[in-house]
């Protein structure tokens, strides 16, 4: 199908996204905390300086269609609601946990922890994971990323998936102190295990062992263990000849607050994502308010790749996202530029505006890291810099923190509109009744 012909039928259709993220009326459910409404959030999570980042235009496009998350974060600070869920999904920038901790961070820090969330032992896996995950197993397991084309394993919601390959099979899996140095703790446990019983005991000051059962991978449910106690890990020991581990969200069961769960994959493409049942099976017990889409560098080594097919990638999962909850927000991120084969790759740039041009047409929040940290021609500047890899195309740490410092501004910066326009609001209201 001709390119511009595909995003004129898109457009056609953007009345259907463009309704659920139509900014909507308060009518400030928060009426009796105006306090609350008054409070913003600190904007300036990113300090560094560097003449090819250009802090003022670090803002989100379409913010009008984050209005429903913005709305739920004031319910969340009011004390009206219990949670907001947070669902980044990416690759390889994106698996070391690097860019969403510093949102994940920045938003608990004044809303409120919730948990750790979405957990996976990358050990066991054989692949780099998050800075404050440990995790270690008694006996070998097979396992499988989402990025791979064949696999006698499924991969699961976390992107990666586990099978016992002989033995005990026993995970032992931990948190460390986050980047503050404060202990990371949970007393809700959500595994998301295959079919099979299960032995699961926490590690801290509860003692008891827990057992639990899932029936069936067909009919899939989240398996929740509450604790007698908060936790700092837990281990689990599968009863089953053939047993399947995908992850575990790691939760806080009185603590209101933001849960973020990181859903990171080395080489993974939409194209991936689209084309896993099992990813999708599982992806709605994760109940998420705001879906975050960080993906785009790999498509661009991907030969054969045009703006067309990517687009077209982009747009499926969009609508399988919009099939779980009509009602959760999506914001897309354009990816960093980077060298393919010793040269910047043009690629990139061509797939961020053909991202961007859907974007607008549809109506979707984008956030346009390409262009914030200096878009065509930038990589060159990162590098001299030091802040990418030897492969040049992988961050380094500091890099990706300071990415991820900008996406935590970029969303403050939106919610503390959003909260001016509703206090507004507020404002007229109270004054409307007492006349």
Same mark, same amino acid.
């Given at each position: 199908?001709?390119? =511009?012909?595909?995003?004129?039928?898109?457009?056609?259709?953007?009345? !259907?996204?463009?309704? $659920?993220?139509?900014?909507?009326?308060?009518? !400030?459910?928060?009426?009796?905390?105006?306090?609350?409404?008054?409070?913003?959030?600190?904007?300036?999570?990113?300090?560094?300086?560097?003449?090819? %980042?250009?802090?003022?235009?670090?803002?989100?496009?379409?913010?009008?269609?984050?209005?429903?998350?913005?709305?739920?974060?004031?319910?969340?600070?009011?004390?009206?609601?219990?949670?907001?869920?947070?669902?980044?999904?990416?690759?390889?920038?994106?698996?070391?946990?690097?860019?969403?901790?510093?949102?994940?961070?920045?938003?608990?820090? +004044?809303?409120?922890?919730?948990?750790?969330?979405? $957990?996976?032992?990358?050990?066991?896996?054989?692949?780099?994971?998050?800075?404050?995950?440990?995790?270690?197993?008694?006996?070998?397991?097979?396992? &499988?990323?989402?990025?791979?084309?064949?696999?006698? *394993?499924?991969?699961?919601?976390?992107? +990666?998936?586990?099978?016992? *390959?002989?033995?005990? #099979?026993? %995970?032992?899996?931990?948190?460390?102190?986050?980047?503050?140095?404060?202990?990371?703790?949970?007393?809700?446990?959500?595994?998301? *295990?295959?079919?099979?019983?299960?032995?699961?005991?926490? =590690?801290?000051?509860?003692?008891?062992?827990?057992?639990?059962?899932?029936? &069936?991978?067909?009919? +899939?449910?989240?398996?929740?263990?509450?604790?007698?106690? +908060?936790?700092?890990?837990?281990? =689990?020991?599968?009863?089953?000849?053939?047993?399947?581990?995908? #992850?575990?969200?790691?939760?806080?069961?009185?603590?209101?607050?933001?849960?973020?769960?990181?859903?990171? *994959?080395?080489?993974?493409?939409?194209?991936?994502?689209?084309?896993?049942?099992?990813?999708?099976?599982?992806?709605?017990?994760?109940?998420?308010?705001?879906?975050?889409?960080?993906?785009?560098?790999?498509?661009?080594?991907?030969?054969?790749?045009?703006?067309?097919?990517?687009?077209?990638?982009?747009?499926?999962? $969009?609508?399988?996202?919009?099939? =779980?909850?009509?009602?959760?927000?999506?914001?897309?991120?354009?990816?960093?530029?980077?060298?393919?084969?010793?040269?910047?790759?043009?690629?990139?740039?061509?797939?961020?505006?053909?991202?961007?041009?859907?974007?607008?047409?549809?109506?979707?929040?984008?956030?346009?890291?390409?262009?914030?940290?200096?878009?065509?021609?930038?990589?060159?500047?990162?590098?001299?810099?030091?802040?990418?890899?030897?492969?040049?195309?992988?961050?380094?740490?500091?890099?990706?923190?300071?990415?991820? !410092?900008?996406?935590?501004?970029?969303?403050?910066?939106?919610?503390?509109?959003?909260?001016?326009?509703?206090?507004? &609001?507020?404002?007229?209201?109270?004054?409307? !009744?007492?006349?």
């Amino acid at each position: 199908m001709n390119y =511009i012909l595909l995003l004129y039928l898109l457009s056609i259709s953007a009345g !259907a996204i463009e309704t $659920v993220n139509k900014p909507k009326t308060s009518k !400030a459910s928060t009426a009796s905390t105006p306090d609350l409404l008054l409070r913003r959030i600190p904007t300036q999570r990113y300090n560094e300086s560097f003449d090819f %980042i250009n802090p003022s235009k670090d803002t989100i496009g379409n913010v009008h269609g984050l209005s429903a998350f913005y709305q739920k974060l004031i319910e969340l600070k009011a004390g009206k609601r219990q949670r907001v869920s947070i669902v980044q999904i990416g690759d390889s920038h994106i698996q070391p946990d690097l860019i969403s901790r510093e949102v994940r961070l920045g938003l608990q820090d +004044f809303f409120g922890d919730a948990g750790r969330g979405l $957990v996976f032992p990358y050990q066991v896996a054989r692949t780099n994971g998050p800075l404050d995950i440990s995790s270690s197993t008694s006996t070998p397991w097979a396992h &499988s990323r989402i990025s791979q084309q064949r696999s006698r *394993v499924a991969s699961g919601v976390s992107g +990666f998936g586990l099978s016992k *390959v002989n033995g005990q #099979g026993k %995970i032992k899996l931990s948190l460390k102190p986050d980047i503050s140095a404060k202990q990371q703790s949970f007393d809700v446990i959500k595994l998301f *295990v295959g079919p099979g019983a299960w032995s699961v005991s926490a =590690i801290g000051n509860d003692l008891k062992t827990y057992r639990i059962n899932q029936s &069936s991978i067909q009919n +899939f449910e989240t398996k929740e263990i509450l604790l007698n106690d +908060f936790a700092t890990g837990f281990n =689990i020991t599968p009863l089953a000849a053939t047993p399947l581990f995908f #992850g575990a969200s790691l939760e806080k069961h009185n603590s209101p607050g933001v849960l973020f769960h990181t859903i990171g *994959v080395n080489g993974a493409r939409y194209e991936q994502y689209n084309r896993q049942p099992q990813f999708w099976q599982q992806l709605p017990a994760l109940q998420a308010d705001l879906y975050i889409l960080s993906m785009g560098t790999n498509e661009a080594f991907y030969n054969g790749m045009t703006e067309e097919i990517y687009i077209n990638q982009v747009a499926e999962t $969009v609508a399988k996202i919009q099939t =779980i909850d009509a009602s959760a927000s999506i914001l897309i991120t354009t990816t960093a530029e980077s060298f393919k084969n010793g040269r910047r790759n043009p690629m990139i740039e061509r797939l961020n505006l053909a991202l961007k041009f859907y974007c607008n047409k549809m109506g979707i929040p984008i956030w346009d890291l390409f262009d914030i940290t200096g878009g065509s021609g930038s990589s060159a500047a990162w590098l001299k810099n030091n802040l990418l890899q030897a492969d040049k195309v992988h961050y380094q740490q500091r890099a990706y923190s300071m990415q991820g !410092a900008l996406l935590y501004d970029a969303l403050a910066k939106g919610y503390n509109t959003y909260l001016a326009n509703n206090t507004l &609001s507020l404002a007229l209201e109270t004054k409307t !009744a007492g006349k």
